[in-house]
Structure formats: structure tokens, C-alpha cells
T-cell receptor, first 115, second 116 residues
Framework: GAGVSQSPSNKVTEKGKDVELRCDPI?????LYWYRQSLGQGLEFLIY????????KSGLPSDRFSAERTGGSVSTLTIQRTQQEDSAVYLC?????????????FGEGSRLTVL | AQSVSQHNHHVILSEAASLELGCNYSYGGTVNLFWYVQYPGQHLQLLLK??????LVKGIKGFEAEFIKSKFSFNLRKPSVQWSDTAEYFC??????????????FGQGTTLQVKP
């Protein structure tokens, strides 16, 4: 497809389990972002990848969260030992450059529920 | 730390009413500013953006926003709302020049409900 693709669209897991969320950005987009959307909290920045530069991880809430981007394309967000407060919609976005050059294109999100 | 504040969390209007959603940011340098919209069941999409030039910018669907540098504000406006404008609106800001990151910071969002 032409848009940002995220999987799974819904994930229910038990507290303490690890989860992986996947993002396929738009082909050719060099920048990729992960955000977390919680009710009443807006969009919380998690991590940003730009080309081959070191990612900006300043938004990751704890060391249980990590992300990688392989081959400058697909990205995986991993949450280890999930907690109930991790329940949220995780959004991925991509763009051709940084946000100062253009708009972000968002995926539909992965809704994570931790029981 | 940079932050974006949207003062109105939930706004209810009747069709044809005028809309203004507030947005203030804390970054002191040159910024690029955005409004994004999320319609029910859809993904976030860009409504309008400001990089430089005329501080009054026009976006899709009759929306406009005015950048007032002295007030660190970028309020969204529409003269006459429609039922189809029911959505969640997010203001976002990023430094125009950053040596390390292109991080885009979003506000908490404003839910707009337009009654037919």
C-alpha cells in the first residue's frame, strides 16, 4: 500500500509479557517516528529515526522500551515486561525529511491492552 | 523542555458557529508549527503548517491559523463549523533548526464535537 502500515492493529497481552509492534513506513521516507497516544494525554513522543543518524530516544519512558530500524525501512518497537500503564495506542509516522521539511504521515496505530 | 499547551480539551459547538482553538508553545527560538486532525476512526492527518512568511496560514476545509510570535501562540480558527468537523485536533511544534533531532512535540489535543 501507499501509506504507513502498522501491525498488529490490536494486541492484548498479560502483564509481564514482551510485545513487539511493527511499522512499515512509506517507501523512500527517511525519517520515522513512534508516538504513544493515551486517553487524555495527547501524543507522547517516544523515538525518532533519521536516515543513518543515531536515533533520538529521549522520549522512551523506561529501559523496558526499545526500538530499532532495520535497513532504513521497517521499524520494531519492543516493550519488555509490559505493565498496565503501557496500555495505549502506539502510532508510527514517516516523512521524507524532518518535520521542518514536510508533514508526517501517520499509520492507523497499534492498540495495546495490558491486562 | 519544549512543551505545547492546548487550553481547550473538549469543545462543543452547533453547526455554523465560529471556532477558535488555542495553542501555546514554550520554545523560545524559531519554530515550525502544525495542526493535525484525527477524524473518528481515521489516522492523523495534516490540517495546516507554518514555516515562515505570512503568519496567517490557510489549510484544508476552510481552516486557518495565526502565528503570533510575541504570544508564542498558533491558534486554529474556522468561521463556520460543520458537523463533519467533529474530530480531535492536535497542535504540534518543532524547532526550525536543530542539529540533533527533528522531534515534533504535540499538545494534549482538543476534542471538537459539532452538533447538527
Amino acid at each position: 500500500g501507499a501509506g504507513v502500515s502498522q501491525s498488529p492493529s490490536n494486541k492484548v497481552t498479560e502483564k509481564g509479557k514482551d510485545v513487539e509492534l511493527r511499522c512499515d513506513p512509506i517507501s523512500g521516507h527517511t525519517a520515522l517516528y513512534w508516538y504513544r497516544q493515551s486517553l487524555g494525554q495527547g501524543l507522547e513522543f517516544l523515538i525518532y529515526f533519521q536516515g543513518n543518524s543515531a536515533p533520538d530516544k529521549s522520549g522512551l519512558p523506561s529501559d523496558r522500551f526499545s526500538a530499532e530500524r532495520t535497513g532504513g525501512s521497517v521499524s520494531t518497537l519492543t516493550i519488555q515486561r509490559t505493565q498496565q500503564e503501557d496500555s495505549a495506542v502506539y502510532l508510527c509516522a514517516s516523512t521524507t525529511g524532518g518535520p521542518y521539511t514536510g508533514e508526517l504521515f501517520f499509520g492507523e496505530g497499534s492498540r495495546l491492552t495490558v491486562l | 523542555a519544549q512543551s505545547v499547551s492546548q487550553h481547550n480539551h473538549h469543545v462543543i459547538l452547533s453547526e455554523a458557529a465560529s471556532l477558535e482553538l488555542g495553542c501555546n508553545y514554550s520554545y523560545g527560538g524559531t519554530v515550525n508549527l502544525f495542526w493535525y486532525v484525527q477524524y473518528p476512526g481515521q489516522h492523523l492527518q495534516l490540517l495546516l503548517k507554518y514555516f515562515s512568511g505570512d503568519p496567517l496560514v490557510k489549510g484544508i476545509k476552510g481552516f486557518e491559523a495565526e502565528f503570533i510570535k510575541s504570544k508564542f501562540s498558533f491558534n486554529l480558527r474556522k468561521p463556520s463549523v460543520q458537523w463533519s468537523d467533529t474530530a480531535e485536533y492536535f497542535c504540534a511544534v518543532t524547532p526550525a533548526y536543530s542539529s540533533n533531532t527533528g522531534k515534533l512535540i504535540f499538545g494534549q489535543g482538543t476534542t471538537l464535537q459539532v452538533k447538527p
